[in-house]
T-cell receptor, first 116, second 116 residues
């Protein structure tokens, strides 16, 4: 149980274009999803917390107009990287919790974004 | 400010021996702690967790110890196997919903190599 599916697993796009990444909870309803970013050999950096039906909460330093997050249903959250630049190239990982309180995060397999 | 720290970037252990991975935190509000295993280009996989009301939790070969007074937790893997070679992240959370959001903060990771 607690499977999170992320799509695509990798994407290459040109500078200035937008890319959408989908995160789905396959066998549970996720009221809260989280988007992380990982740079090479570094930790997982929390970008934003996504609550179903409400606006995402962004961490300090994360541009909300650049990284658009939508959590339209209990099983789907999307991250759109708008007007991508090479410095946005990174590994993006979504995660979700199955319940409230003391509940582990379950992660998708990540999306490798390369902006040329 | 790194609230969750893993001071050892790497660790090598002989197969069959014990692996001990350490993690320190600074925020006394954290009351739920987790360990994840991560392979390259994949999302982290949940291993084991512990809430602050306990000081030990065991699951098969994995045991997590929590020392609240020292703000320190550790993951013991025994016996270590070559398949355990991966990057291990500890994470901490205020398990209850605070300020309307949950937040899981990750350490910088420790690369474990189990030698056959």
């Amino acid at each position: 149980g607690a499977v999170v599916s992320q799509h695509p697993s990798w994407v290459i796009c040109k500078s200035g274009t937008s890319v959408k990444i989908e995160c789905r909870s396959l066998d549970f309803q996720a009221t809260t999803m989280f988007w992380y970013r990982q740079f090479p050999k570094q930790s997982l950096m929390l970008m934003a917390t996504s609550n179903e039906g409400s606006k995402a909460t962004y961490e300090q330093g994360v541009e909300k107009d650049k990284f658009l997050i939508n959590h339209a249903s209990l099983t789907l959250s999307t991250l759109t990287v708008t007007s991508a630049h090479p410095e946005d190239s990174s590994f993006y990982i979504c995660s979700a919790i199955t319940g409230q309180g003391y509940s582990p995060l379950h992660f998708g397999n990540g999306t490798r974004l390369t902006v040329t | 400010d790194q609230q969750v720290k893993q001071n050892s970037p790497s660790l090598s252990v002989q197969e069959g021996r014990i692996s001990i991975l350490n993690c320190d935190y600074t925020n006394s509000m954290f009351d739920y702690f987790l360990w994840y295993k991560k392979y390259p280009a994949e999302g982290p996989t949940f291993l084991i967790s512990i809430s602050s009301i306990k000081d030990k939790n065991e699951d098969g070969r994995f045991t997590v110890f929590l020392n609240k007074s020292a703000k320190h937790l550790s993951l013991h893997i025994v016996p270590s196997q070559p398949g355990d070679s991966a990057v291990y992240f500890c994470a901490a959370s205020a398990g209850r919903k605070t300020s309307g959001t949950y937040k899981y903060i990750f350490g910088t990771g420790t690369r474990l190599k189990v030698l056959a």
